[in-house]
C-alpha cells in the first residue's frame, strides 16, 4: 500500500529500505482514489522512532493512508527538536474542524500520575471528545487506552507490583469480533508498563467488550460495542530492538530493571532480542484499517 507522508520525514529513508512503498503528496494527488485520512497522535518521548514503527504497521494493506501527525499545543517537548515538529507535526487547533477516518493515539511514560495530574490532560480530554463527532475509529495504546477508558467509561487504572516487560503469550476472549480476523488461538505481543486496568471492570460496563487477554500481562484488547474504539494495552507496534532500548536505559540510570520476559533467547541481554510478534502485529493494524475504519467510514465525511 502506499503510504503519503510529509515530505523529508526521517522514517521515510528506513521505510524504503524496508520495500515499503511511501508516496508524496504530489503523486498522491495524481490519483483518482479515495485516500483514508488517519491522524496520529504521539506521545512517545523518542518521536522519530514511533513515527517509523507505527508507519510500517499501517502500510499492510492495499489502502492508501494519508498521515498526519499532530501535535499538543499545551505540553512542551523536550525529547523531539522543534525543528521536527514543525516541518512533519500539525498543532491540534489546525485540524479541530477537520473529519478523519481514523485516530491513533499512543502510549506515554505517565503511568505514575493519576490522568488529572498530566499537565496536557485538558488537551488530551479535549481530543479524545473530539474524535467522537470527527473521527470514524480510534485506537487508542498503552496509557492512552488506559487514559480513555477512564475518561469515557469512568475506569480507573491501577499501579503494579512490579513492572511488566517482556512478550507475553495471549488468547482470546472473542474470537469471532472482526479484528481479531485471522489471530492465532496464541499469539504473542510486548507489553511495558507499570498499571493495568483490570478485566472484571471491563466486564460490568455493557458498552465495552473484553477481546483478548494474558495469562501474565492481564488484559490486552477492549473494543467499545459500538466498534469506534480500540483499547489495546499492549505496544504491537515496537520494533524488535525496543524493550532492549528501554532495558538498557533503565540499567544506565541504575533502576536496576528485570530483563524483560520471554524477550532475550535464553534470558541472555547479551544475545539480539527475538521477534515473535511481528504477523500478529500487522494482522492487528490491516484488520482496524479494513473493518472498522475503511469498511464503516462514508465515502464524503459530511
Known amino acids: 500500500m502506499p503510504l503519503k507522508v510529509p515530505n ?14 511511501v508516496m508524496n503528496a504530489q503523486r498522491a494527488e495524481s490519483q483518482d482514489i479515495r485516500t483514508m485520512r488517519i491522524a496520529v497522535v504521539n506521545l512517545m518521548p523518542v518521536k522519530e522512532t514511533t513515527e517509523t514503527d507505527l508507519l510500517r504497521l499501517l502500510s499492510n494493506t492495499p489502502l492508501q493512508v494519508e498521515i498526519d501527525f499532530i501535535r499538543l499545543e499545551t505540553h512542551h517537548y ?15 487547533s489546525t485540524v479541530k474542524d477537520q473529519k478523519y477516518d481514523g485516530l491513533i493515539v499512543t502510549g506515554a511514560p505517565l503511568e505514575h500520575l493519576h490522568f488529572e495530574e498530566v499537565g496536557y490532560w485538558n488537551e488530551i480530554k479535549e481530543i479524545f471528545d473530539w474524535s467522537k463527532e470527527h473521527v470514524t475509529s480510534s485506537m487508542f495504546i498503552c496509557w492512552a487506552s488506559q487514559a480513555a477508558l477512564y475518561h469515557f467509561y469512568g475506569l480507573e487504572k491501577y499501579p503494579l507490583a ?25 499469539f504473542y505481543i510486548p507489553h511495558s508498563r507499570n498499571s493495568e486496568v483490570r478485566a472484571k471492570d471491563i466486564e460490568r460496563c455493557n458498552e465495552l467488550e473484553l477481546l483478548s487477554t494474558s495469562p501474565e ?7 467499545s460495542r459500538d466498534s469506534r ?24 540510570k541504575g533502576l536496576n530493571p528485570e530483563i ?24 492487528l493494524f490491516s484488520n482496524w484499517l479494513n473493518y472498522h475504519v475503511y469498511q464503516l467510514t462514508p465515502y464524503i465525511w459530511s
Open 260 to 283: 524483560p520476559q520471554n524477550y532475550f533467547p535464553d534470558n541472555d541481554p547479551t544475545q539480539p532480542p527475538q521477534k515473535i510478534w511481528a504477523s500478529h502485529a500487522h494482522l
Open 217 to 223: 500481562a492481564g488484559v490486552y484488547m477492549v473494543m
Open 162 to 186: 512490579k513492572k511488566i516487560s517482556g512478550v507475553y503469550s495471549h488468547t482470546l476472549t472473542c474470537p469471532a469480533h472482526p479484528i481479531l480476523r485471522g489471530f492465532d488461538d496464541v
Open 78 to 92: 523536550k525529547n523531539t527538536s522543534e525543528n521536527h515538529l514543525d516541518n512533519f507535526y500539525r498543532p491540534f
Open 8 to 21: 523529508g520525514l526521517p522514517a521515510i529513508s528506513q521505510l524504503e529500505h524496508e520495500n515499503i512503498f
Open 229 to 252: 474504539q480500540l483499547f489495546v494495552s499492549g505496544h504491537a507496534e515496537y520494533a524488535r530492538v525496543t524493550l532492549k532500548h528501554e532495558y538498557d536505559r533503565d540499567q544506565s
